[in-house]
């Protein structure tokens, strides 16, 4: 008699195994604890600041009617615009050659630059923010300098030249590791074809390597400009009252005043003139890109 095959039996599934078969048939699962992560710890307390902006001390605009009929909020508000648009611009200024050096130089040299971008990371913000209060003071290393050299000494401290400075230096790795992320991808044969073909040395990297690296620049502009609006501590210890940003304000108003409501309505109208600014540059982005893409 033939014998009738044995039915296979399946192995219990392990409930790692039937969950790593959900995420993998639907994808969006494998962020939903990072978006709820995010909901939790960002949301939340932006939609609470946002209502209390309205509610407190009773409901209305009054805390919007106050923010935009005091001038000192509006030049407040313009300053910190205009302290972080130039602390990218010497980001940009400063991180463009070195992070070209990190693409042509050696592997083992690289290693020691791309360190030098990582050590900042480790020091506190606030202990690098108070180093430069030694170095911008009257009598700081860098008047002693100037002075030593026969120049006269210049105000740093207390002053927005040296919160620019300041700021500038603790967000400049911000600036490095985009645009090297984007510098090591680019195809250096396509300089070396325009000098074959007779373009001299500046015109090769404008016309060519320049256009090919400012998705990074974009990047690292972006990132640090955003950084800088909302920065506190370095604002608040090297410059001084002619310097003050608007986190500064929102401090004042939240910590010392009690007054949540128009600390959020600061905190608002940041984030809403932030998105809008984004919102006027993001076009612009998209294309340049299309239009490097042609090329």
């Not at 307390?45 to 509610?55: E, G, K, N, Q």
């Not at 500064?248 to 409501?261: A, E, M, P």
Request: with cysteine; hydrophobic share 55%; net charge positive.
């Amino acid at each position: 008699m033939n014998k009738l095959p044995m039915p296979a039996i399946e192995k219990p599934q392990s409930p790692l195994s039937a969950w790593l078969r959900i995420i993998y048939s639907s994808p969006w699962l494998a962020v939903l604890p990072a978006l709820l992560l995010l909901a939790a710890v960002l949301g939340w307390p932006l939609l609470t600041l946002l209502i209390r902006s309205f509610a407190e001390p009773h409901w209305g605009l009054q805390n919007y009617q106050w923010f935009f009929n005091a001038k000192v909020n509006l030049a407040v508000l313009s300053r910190t615009f205009s302290i972080s648009a130039w602390v990218a611009l010497i980001c940009v200024l400063a991180a463009y050659p070195y992070a070209w050096m990190m693409t042509a130089v050696s592997s083992r040299m690289r290693l020691v630059l791309i360190l030098c971008v990582l050590i900042p990371f480790w020091v506190s913000g606030v202990v690098r923010t108070l180093a430069w209060v030694i170095l911008l003071q009257d009598s700081g290393v860098i008047n002693s300098l100037l002075r030593a050299s026969g120049f006269a000494s210049i105000k740093l401290i207390r002053t927005q030249l040296g919160v620019v400075i300041g700021m500038a230096q603790i967000l400049l790795p911000f600036m490095i590791l985009p645009l090297y992320s984007v510098m090591r991808g680019i195809d250096l044969r396509l300089v070396q074809a325009a000098r074959s073909l007779g373009a001299p040395p500046w015109k090769a990297f404008l016309q060519v390597y320049l256009p090919l690296s400012l998705p990074g620049v974009y990047a690292g502009v972006i990132l640090v400009f955003i950084l800088s609006l909302g920065f506190y501590i370095t604002p608040a210890l090297l410059g001084g009252p002619r310097s003050t940003m608007l986190s500064t304000l929102i401090q004042t108003q939240v910590l010392s005043l009690l007054n949540w409501g128009r600390g959020g309505a600061m905190g608002a109208v940041l984030l809403v003139a932030t998105f809008i600014l984004l919102a006027l540059v993001a076009p612009l982005m998209r294309q340049r890109h299309k239009q490097v893409a042609r090329d």
